[in-house]
Each structure stands twice: as structure tokens, then as C-alpha cells.
């Protein structure tokens, strides 16, 4: 692969340090290539990315979109963690200088770092994600108390921009790929909390199955990574409470 030690004119200077980065190239089955990158300072995983594309190899697929952590679609696995690209500085996860970038995981690779996100949100369709209400263009605006239990656990879960790290992450989508999964399990979740939404009953139907919420194992793992704070174990966590009332009650 193309190398170099130094390079005139990056960033306006002459750069000698270099990061050694392994990059999966290929789909499914493929490989990875070993990439040398000049170093900088505030330099992101993205930046590194970026570089190799437009320097050293122009055929690299991969995805971004806003670079300031609002549309997650730089997602990837860097070091074995899945991250957001755009917001993980490379001097926060390389190790002796190494860095080692891959597709996120549990999710069909297109080609290089570029991953097919259809299945991950049919999941969220499945789990009936979609808000159903009854008010009409001629109603009210709808009053609803912030400060409301509902309100609140609703709250907890509603900044999911669907990046897929949780996904990724899942240990359990990994061993049961049917498995709904904490993205979509936490769409439902913060559904059911909305007051003005009609299709509580039909969600808890949804999501009451085998590949559903009481297929987690709750190990934390997309609580732990995910970006925005979100904690899907906890949301996935009422929806058993809630599942097993219903059927205590006979409405599933």
C-alpha cells in the first residue's frame, strides 16, 4: 500500500509523526490493508478516514454526512469499539500509534466501511416505531405536563439519532440476529411513555415476542456506548414491566 515518513503541506506544515492504520477492505469476506498516516493534533478517526480516501485510495467506501455528531452516520468500529468517527480523536483510542477501523458489526457489510442499516430499521418498524395519534390538522395543539412521569421516562430515550453503535454493540443481536435489538426496543419505549400516541396496546403486542424485550440478557452494552447518553437497558427494562402487566391482565 502507498506509504510515506513525511509529507510537505499537510495542514500547512510538514508533519513526521505518522499513525499505521489496518482498514477492512472487502464485504463480507475481505481483508484488512495497513494505510500510513501523517499525525496531527485534534485529529479525528474521520480525518484519518478521510485522508486515506482522497490521498492513498480513492475506491474507499465509507459514510458521513454533518462531521459534528448529529447524524451518525460515521459510525464504525475502531480498536473492536463501535464510535462515532467524527467525535473519537485519535489521540483518545490509538494504541502505540495503531489504529485499526472496521464496519460496524451485526450488520451486512456493502463494501469496506460501509454497512447496509435496511435491517436495522425494518426492526424499528417491526417494534411499531412509528407514532400513531388521533388528533387531526384542525386539532389543539396537545398539552403535555414535561414535568410528568411519562413525560420524563420519555425524555430519557427520545435524542436516538439511529446511528446503530447500541446495535453494534448488542451482544445478543449477535446470537439471535432476530432479535429486535436496543435502537428499536428503545423507539418503542419511548412510544408507549407519549401520552398522545394510540397504539400503546399493538407495541406491547410487538415487542412481547421471542425477538423482543425479554430477549435481553441486560448487559449494558449499548448503555455503555452509546453516544448520546442514552441508556436503551433502562427503556428495555419497562417494557418487560409493562409487557408482563398486559399480559397479567389479559390485554396481550
Same mark, same amino acid.
Given at each position: 500500500?502507498? #506509504?510515506?515518513?513525511?509529507?510537505?503541506?499537510?495542514?500547512?506544515?510538514?508533519?513526521?509523526?505518522?499513525?499505521?492504520?489496518?482498514?477492512?477492505? &472487502?464485504? *463480507?469476506?475481505? *481483508?484488512?490493508?495497513?494505510?500510513?498516516?501523517?499525525?496531527? *493534533?485534534?485529529?479525528?478517526?474521520?480525518?484519518?478516514?478521510?485522508?486515506?480516501?482522497?490521498?492513498?485510495?480513492?475506491?474507499?467506501?465509507?459514510?458521513?454526512?454533518?462531521?459534528?455528531?448529529?447524524? &451518525?452516520?460515521?459510525?464504525?468500529?475502531?480498536?473492536?469499539?463501535?464510535?462515532?468517527?467524527?467525535?473519537?480523536?485519535?489521540?483518545?483510542?490509538?494504541? !502505540?500509534?495503531?489504529?485499526?477501523? #472496521?464496519?460496524?458489526?451485526?450488520?451486512?457489510?456493502?463494501?469496506?466501511?460501509?454497512? !447496509?442499516?435496511?435491517?436495522?430499521?425494518?426492526?424499528?418498524?417491526?417494534?411499531?416505531?412509528?407514532?400513531?395519534?388521533?388528533?387531526?390538522?384542525?386539532? %389543539?395543539?396537545?398539552?403535555?405536563?414535561?414535568?410528568?412521569?411519562?413525560?420524563?421516562?420519555?425524555?430519557?430515550?427520545?435524542?436516538?439519532?439511529?446511528?446503530?453503535?447500541?446495535?453494534?454493540?448488542?451482544?445478543?443481536?449477535?446470537?439471535?440476529?432476530?432479535?429486535?435489538?436496543?435502537?428499536?426496543?428503545?423507539?418503542?419505549?419511548?412510544?408507549?411513555?407519549?401520552?398522545?400516541?394510540?397504539?400503546?396496546?399493538?407495541?406491547?403486542?410487538?415487542?412481547?415476542?421471542?425477538?423482543?424485550?425479554?430477549?435481553?440478557?441486560?448487559?449494558?452494552?449499548?448503555?455503555?456506548?452509546?453516544?448520546?447518553?442514552? *441508556?436503551?437497558?433502562?427503556?428495555?427494562?419497562?417494557?418487560?414491566?409493562?409487557?408482563?402487566?398486559?399480559?397479567?391482565? %389479559?390485554?396481550?
Amino acid at each position: 500500500m502507498a #506509504a510515506a515518513r513525511a509529507w510537505a503541506g499537510y495542514g500547512g506544515a510538514r508533519v513526521d509523526a505518522e499513525l499505521v492504520v489496518r482498514i477492512w477492505r &472487502g464485504r *463480507e469476506s475481505g *481483508e484488512f490493508a495497513t494505510y500510513r498516516v501523517p499525525r496531527r *493534533e485534534s485529529q479525528t478517526v474521520l480525518d484519518v478516514v478521510t485522508w486515506i480516501q482522497r490521498n492513498l485510495e480513492p475506491s474507499l467506501a465509507y459514510r458521513y454526512a454533518c462531521r459534528v455528531g448529529m447524524c &451518525g452516520s460515521c459510525a464504525m468500529s475502531v480498536n473492536g469499539v463501535a464510535r462515532w468517527t467524527c467525535r473519537t480523536h485519535v489521540s483518545k483510542v490509538a494504541r !502505540d500509534g495503531e489504529l485499526e477501523i #472496521a464496519p460496524l458489526a451485526n450488520l451486512p457489510v456493502i463494501r469496506d466501511l460501509a454497512t !447496509d442499516m435496511s435491517g436495522f430499521f425494518d426492526k424499528w418498524a417491526r417494534a411499531r416505531g412509528r407514532f400513531s395519534g388521533a388528533a387531526t390538522r384542525r386539532d %389543539g395543539f396537545a398539552r403535555v405536563d414535561p414535568a410528568s412521569s411519562a413525560r420524563r421516562a420519555a425524555d430519557a430515550g427520545i435524542e436516538c439519532i439511529g446511528c446503530g453503535v447500541c446495535y453494534a454493540s448488542c451482544d445478543v443481536v449477535a446470537w439471535r440476529p432476530a432479535f429486535l435489538g436496543p435502537a428499536a426496543l428503545n423507539r418503542a419505549w419511548t412510544l408507549v411513555n407519549d401520552e398522545r400516541d394510540t397504539a400503546g396496546a399493538e407495541r406491547l403486542r410487538a415487542v412481547a415476542g421471542d425477538a423482543g424485550c425479554h430477549a435481553c440478557h441486560t448487559q449494558g452494552s449499548c448503555s455503555e456506548r452509546c453516544p448520546k447518553g442514552i *441508556e436503551p437497558t433502562a427503556g428495555i427494562a419497562g417494557l418487560k414491566r409493562l409487557v408482563a402487566r398486559a399480559a397479567i391482565r %389479559g390485554k396481550l
